[in-house]
């Protein structure tokens, strides 16, 4: 009896500690599945491994951030403590379910996912590529003007 209790704790200790299905959980955080009370999706605010809204912070490390599964549900229940979510899900409460499934799908981003700043690199060199082609642009299209300009100008200052 003894060893069968044991054998159960055991069983218990080595269980995920989060009992959701992180790709119901994925879909959950893409809006692939709609939240039963009507919540947004939160890749509307949020982004995962790059992928997702950057008006909220990075999700992808949330769980480690909250010190796990139970940390995280915590925070999940009470997402009316952030300010900006308040509004959105005030009358959109997400179930104990969903909860599970997301927190299940973002245990599984931070040990697998990559965080991205709100802005990422490749955008300004992008922006910068855009400038720079700007530049060239005008210099063709108007460089031949200014230094026509410029020779009048020198050669009506000689005499
Ligand atoms: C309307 C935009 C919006 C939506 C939709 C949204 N969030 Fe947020 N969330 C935010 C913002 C902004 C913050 C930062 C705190 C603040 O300003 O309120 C935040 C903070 C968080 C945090 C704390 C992050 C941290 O690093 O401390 C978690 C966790 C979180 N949101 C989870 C979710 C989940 C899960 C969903 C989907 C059910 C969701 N959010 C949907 C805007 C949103």
């Given at each position: 009896m003894k060893y069968l209790l044991t054998?159960?704790?055991?069983?218990?200790?080595?269980?995920?500690s989060s009992a959701g299905d992180p790709?119901?959980?994925?879909?959950?955080?893409?809006?692939?599945?709609?939240?039963?009370?009507g919540g947004l999706q939160c890749m509307a605010c949020h982004r995962v491994d790059g992928s997702g809204g950057t008006l909220g912070p990075d999700l992808t490390k949330v769980f480690t951030r909250y010190g796990g599964a139970d940390g995280l549900k915590a925070v999940l229940q009470g997402s009316t403590a952030f300010p900006t979510m308040t509004p959105v899900y005030r009358d959109a409460n997400l179930t104990e379910e969903e909860i599970s499934h997301l927190t299940a799908f973002f245990e599984k981003a931070a040990q697998e996912g990559r965080e991205t700043g709100r802005f990422p690199?490749?955008?300004?060199?992008?922006?910068?590529?855009?400038?720079?082609g700007l530049v060239f642009i005008s210099q063709v299209v108007w460089g031949g003007r200014l230094k026509s300009v410029r020779r009048k100008l020198v050669e009506s200052s000689r005499y």
């Open positions: 054998f159960l704790l055991f069983l218990i200790s080595i269980s995920p790709e119901k959980g994925k879909k959950l955080f893409y809006g692939e599945i709609s939240f039963s009370n690199v490749g955008y300004f060199f992008f922006a910068f590529g855009g400038f720079l």
